[in-house]
């Protein structure tokens, strides 16, 4: 069987440094997973992000972030 996954998440972060606002997140992401038997499973994920400074300099961080994986159940 295959399962497939999604999440949408946008959070407002308070800053550490004196001076400067905070920072707003956006984070999306996708996952499948896959059963090739009993024993064997693949796995895909795959996700994105924005930071974005709200009240100081107009910066905009951006994230990529992609892992595979193979399981085999030995029991």
Partial sequence: ??????????????SSLEQTGGFLRTTYGASVKHELSELVKIK?????????LVFSAARKDERLAAQTSIEYSVL
Wanted: no cysteine.
């Fill in 1 to 14: 069987y295959t399962t497939l996954g999604f999440v949408a998440k946008r959070e407002s972060i308070d």
């Fill in 44 to 52: 895909a994920d795959l996700g994105y992000g924005t930071d974005e």
